[in-house]
């Protein structure tokens, strides 16, 4: 597993809070209302068991992603469960229906808000890194909690099992907060770059 030192999770923590920062900024411009995101922990871990959507394994959950590559790749997702996914939508929108009446506009919505999330945090890594990462399109996906990840078809194509950095993100809205995730998928190698790269940086800005 990797072993971060404390400078390097703190400086990837950075990198991410100026994209959810531009991300919430955008956000509040689209809804015109006051958006904020924090992200106030990030962790690595190497099982999807390990994280806490797994705590509820039959629980449905919502979620956006896209694949992302450069000197690292993997996928990106934005992930809720679905009741704070419609809950969101309903906030952002700022229409009063009942929940189970938003199903409809749940996934165009969620990969609006999706699309601006992971791309605003991939843009920062690849902005102050200096290095370029191409994203997809995003994709949507519904579906039981431990179905999220087939880590078995993943780590059975290329041989690796994959390791997970897990976003905590809040989201800060007028009438209420909604607690949701941004998961980065990314094998072993991939996240052994990003740690170079952030090495890099720090050696760079430090002088």
């Given at each position: 597993m990797i072993d971060l030192t404390e400078l390097e999770h703190d400086t990837i923590s950075e990198l991410i809070n100026i994209g959810v920062g531009r991300a919430a900024s955008s956000l509040s411009e689209m809804v015109e209302q006051p958006v904020e995101l924090t992200v106030p922990r990030i962790t690595f871990v190497e099982r999807f068991s390990d994280t806490d959507l797994a705590k509820a394994p039959t629980e449905i959950v919502s979620a956006v992603s896209q694949t992302f590559d450069g000197p690292f790749k993997g996928e990106a997702m934005l992930v809720f469960p679905e009741e704070r996914s419609l809950e969101l939508v309903r906030s952002l929108l700022k229409v009063d229906v009942p929940l189970e009446a938003l199903t409809d506009l749940e996934q165009e919505a969620l990969m609006e808000v999706g699309n601006i999330i992971l791309n605003a945090c991939l843009g920062s890594i690849s902005n102050v890194l200096g290095e370029p990462i191409n994203c997809s399109m995003?994709?949507?996906?519904?579906?039981?909690?431990?179905?999220?990840?087939?880590?078995?078809?993943?780590?059975?194509?290329?041989?690796?099992?994959?390791?997970?950095?897990?976003?905590?993100?809040?989201?800060?809205?007028?009438?209420?907060?909604?607690?949701?995730?941004?998961?980065?998928?990314?094998?072993?190698?991939?996240?052994?770059?990003?740690?170079?790269?952030?090495?890099?940086?720090?050696?760079?800005?430090?002088?």
């Open positions: 995003p994709s949507f996906r519904k579906r039981e909690s431990r179905s999220l990840l087939d880590q078995d078809d993943a780590s059975s194509q290329t041989g690796k099992k994959p390791v997970l950095m897990i976003l905590h993100v809040q989201f800060m809205l007028r009438q209420n907060d909604i607690d949701g995730y941004v998961l980065f998928v990314m094998d072993l190698d991939s996240i052994q770059m990003l740690r170079e790269l952030v090495r890099r940086f720090l050696a760079n800005s430090l002088g």
